[in-house]
């Protein structure tokens, strides 16, 4: 199992700042994942973060709207960046031992753009 | 792209009850996750099926697969308070596809 420490917890922004949220992990993981959970929906995949290079990221998420660091096999960021209020959403950070294998996920950090 | 959709979306039961959650999927996939989250924490992994046929239990809650069919269940027996949450599935492939979530209301 992976504990997770993500932060912030929670957060209300101005429109047009960015927010920078971060994932650590107590153990060495190949892959960390971020996922975004819009109000009462499902959760959508926005990146795979890969160590040492750039992340790859879903239709519909591009790098200038949300950047991702991960700087080693533990620690991740995530920025929104120029947020809107349609940026209010859950963002959880988790991470796999391998493909397929079971997601564990840190606590999530609730952001609310006004 | 996999879709998975779970039904229902909303439910309320009596403690006591019985009661299942479907998930369907799309396309061939012979790894399933049951997930559990509590209003405003993260996600909880409950169980997980990797073949045709995989039955597991935990308490009052039972997941099973059915490959062929492209479906799995999660069956509630004599639900109690604690079990109110929101549960999803999610199919492992390229990668997790989540389903639409149930969120589950157990009343006194």
């Known amino acids: 199992s992976a504990v997770i420490s993500q932060k912030p917890s929670r957060d209300i922004c101005q429109r047009g700042t960015s927010l920078t949220i971060q994932c650590q992990v107590d153990?060495?993981?190949?892959?960390m994942f971020w996922y975004r959970q819009q109000p009462g929906q499902s959760l959508t995949l926005i990146a795979t973060?890969?160590?040492?290079?750039?992340?790859?990221?879903e239709s519909g998420f591009v790098i200038d709207k949300f950047p991702i660091s991960r700087p080693n096999l533990t620690f991740s960021t995530l920025t929104v960046s120029n947020m809107s209020p349609e940026d209010s959403s859950i963002y959880l950070c988790?991470?796999?031992?391998?493909?397929?294998?079971?997601?564990?996920f840190g606590s999530g950090t609730q952001l609310s753009v006004l | 792209e996999l879709k998975v959709e779970q039904n229902p979306l909303f439910l309320s039961m009596q403690e006591g009850k019985n009661y299942t959650i479907y998930c369907n999927y799309s396309?061939?996939?012979?790894?399933l996750y049951w997930y559990r989250q509590d209003p405003g924490k993260s996600l909880e992994s409950l169980f997980v099926?990797?073949?045709?046929?995989a039955v597991k239990q935990e308490g009052r809650l039972m997941a099973s697969l059915d490959t062929k069919a492209r479906l799995s269940t999660l069956h509630i027996t004599a639900a109690v308070h604690d079990l109110s949450a929101t549960y999803f599935c999610?199919?492992?492939?390229?990668?997790?596809?989540f389903g639409t979530g149930t969120s589950l209301t157990v009343i006194p």
């Open positions: 988790s991470v796999g031992t391998g493909p397929r294998e079971k997601l564990f």
């Open positions: 153990s060495q993981v190949t892959m």
């Open positions: 973060a890969n160590q040492g290079s750039e992340a790859t990221y």
């Open positions: 396309t061939t996939s012979d790894r």
């Open positions: 099926l990797l073949s045709n046929g």
């Open positions: 999610a199919v492992a492939g390229y990668q997790f596809y």
